[in-house]
């Protein structure tokens, strides 16, 4: 039993602890709030997107035992198109998951702010601005070990935390499954909606992951023959991450028709109160916490392996660079919790970047899978085509929509 269970988790849990983190809370909340269960379809969408995108990713990995950042890196051959390639994966990964992390650890503080008080511990005794230091602490730990099977192990931990959390708060209140149905497999939006579709697809389909998991594969995956696995075990991560998801939706859509307004999950914990009584801040609570270190780990993580495969270190998880990399970006995110600084300019930067970005790097990925000099037999096939071209039409949606926004807020 102990071997199947390892069997279905393992590096590609690393893909839902990443996308699975406060502003993927916060986006679902919103969602469900404003739209009820409608919206839910998009969420299926997304789900299915990021299946096909990450197996082409995670089956890269494993096949060349090379990170997507080299691959990048070794077919750009133009030295314009090189520079370029490398300009853009640093701005938008490196510097982007360094504005975003300060969000991680800020969504982890708030889940601690709502368990805390709860138990009857004054958080002015804790100087709650050590907070960010201490969840800062943990991601450190993890990460300067070099201990790839610990941090795994950690953060399917921090998953299973959050799937118990959200998916009995969903239960227990008891939705309308009729609904529920009709939200998942009837596409509806009105034109107010259609920026939370795509807000609701870009937190799920996230640019990052693909490195992170072409990397992270080869901590695990080593011979052809276990493809197999790695497919299974990625389609079992990214449903798992779906479901949390949609029941963040599902429990704020069922649990936000009073009059306060909700505007995150630990405003729903209040609305939570006849149901779970004293309890529902730390049970919300909780799920923020575990959503908001485990992208506090994979975020900077992420960025390290970017940058080693972009830049052509031919380097370990334990070697100098690497851990310069991810030190930066958590320092970045533990300073800007702490000083309750708002990186609108850095964020701004970020969203531009992963705007442009995601279809660039969509495009690129379906390319490179279909080189027969790189995968030889196991490039992709026509439907994985087909999937992959649906994706990418859904990818500049979402980089329009993201560059529209900003542009739009300058």
């Not at 590609?12 to 916060?26: C, D, E, K, N, R």
């Not at 309750?340 to 970020?350: R, V």
């Amino acid at each position: 039993m102990k071997l199947q269970v390892k069997k279905y988790f393992g590096p590609s849990t690393l893909v839902t602890a990443a996308f699975i983190g406060p502003g993927t809370v916060t986006v679902c909340t919103l969602a469900g709030v404003n739209s009820g269960y409608t919206l839910l379809w998009a969420l299926l969408f997304s789900v299915i997107a990021t299946i096909v995108l990450q197996e082409m990713t995670a089956r890269l990995g494993l096949i060349t035992q090379k990170g997507f950042g080299e691959a990048i890196r070794s077919e750009l051959q133009n030295p314009l198109l090189r520079i370029f390639g490398i300009t853009l994966v640093l701005g938008a990964i490196v510097i982007g998951n360094a504005a975003y992390e300060g969000g991680n650890i800020s969504g982890a503080v708030l889940g601690w702010n709502e368990v805390l008080p709860s138990l009857n511990i004054s958080i002015e005794e804790l100087e709650i601005r050590l907070v960010p230091l201490i969840i800062g602490g943990i991601a450190f730990w993890l990460l300067y070990s070099g201990n790839f099977k610990r941090i795994q192990n950690f953060l399917i931990s921090l998953v299973v935390v959050m799937s118990v959390v959200f998916l009995v708060t969903a239960i227990m209140i008891a939705p309308d499954l009729s609904e529920i149905i009709k939200g998942l497999f009837i596409p509806t939006a009105s034109p107010d909606e259609i920026l939370m579709v795509v807000a609701l697809i870009g937190t799920t389909v996230v640019p990052y992951n693909l490195f992170l998991h072409a990397s992270s594969v080869q901590q695990k995956y080593k011979d052809t023959g276990q493809l197999s696995d790695l497919r299974k075990e990625n389609m079992v991560a990214i449903i798992l991450g779906g479901i949390i998801s949609m029941c963040i939706v599902i429990t704020s859509a069922a649990t936000g028709n009073s009059e306060m307004e909700v505007k995150n999950a630990a405003d729903m914990a209040v609305q939570l109160e006849p149901l779970l009584g004293s309890w529902a801040k730390v049970f919300l609570g909780l799920g923020l916490v575990a959503a908001g270190i485990s992208s506090a780990i994979t975020a900077p993580l992420a960025a390290a392996f970017a940058a080693k495969g972009i830049l052509g270190w031919d380097i370990d998880m334990k070697h100098p660079k690497f851990k310069t990399v991810w030190i930066i970006i958590l320092t970045i995110g533990v300073l800007f919790s702490m000083l309750s600084y708002n990186p609108i300019s850095i964020i701004q930067f970020a969203q531009v970047a992963n705007g442009i970005l995601l279809p660039l790097v969509a495009i690129f990925l379906i390319y490179i899978v279909n080189q027969k000099k790189v995968l030889g037999e196991y490039v992709n096939t026509t439907m994985q085509n087909i999937l992959g071209i649906v994706v990418i039409l859904v990818a500049l949606l979402v980089g329009f929509r993201s560059l529209n926004s900003v542009f739009e807020f300058l």
